[in-house]
């Protein structure tokens, strides 16, 4: 069974920092692309960042410098560090992997984030 398992989301002030971890189980790890999604209340799901199997890291331009994200291909867990958030920052943040050639794709199941001015 495949799943997904985000946590580390809560209630921060602005200028706080959170770590999400993404741990999964029932697939290849290794095989997958990583990436880190949100969806604020009103708006589309937008990518925040993204780690290829590779190690390419890519991030949104609105996280750029204070979002980190990292994967531990041991544990199949994928990390976001995220520091000196904002209250743009709210959202649900999901966890999804691609694999890498195969059309394979799965979604947790979101973790809130919730930052107060």
């Known amino acids: 069974q495949v799943q997904f398992v985000e946590s580390g989301g809560g209630l921060v002030q602005s200028g706080g920092s959170l770590r999400l971890s993404c741990v999964t189980s029932?697939?290849?790890?290794?095989?997958?692309?990583m990436s880190w999604y949100r969806q604020a209340p009103g708006k589309e799901r937008e990518l925040v960042a993204a780690?290829?199997?590779?190690?390419?890291?890519n991030y949104a331009d609105s996280v750029k410098d204070r979002f980190t994200i990292s994967r531990d291909d041991a544990k199949r867990t994928v990390y976001l560090q995220m520091n000196d958030l904002k209250p743009d920052d709210t959202g649900v943040y999901y966890c999804?992997?691609?694999?890498?050639?195969?059309?394979?794709?799965?979604w947790g199941q979101g973790t809130q984030v919730t930052v107060s001015s």
């Open positions: 999804y992997g691609k694999h890498a050639w195969a059309r394979l794709n799965h």
């Open positions: 029932g697939v290849t790890f290794t095989n997958y692309d």
């Open positions: 780690a290829t199997t590779t190690s390419i890291l």
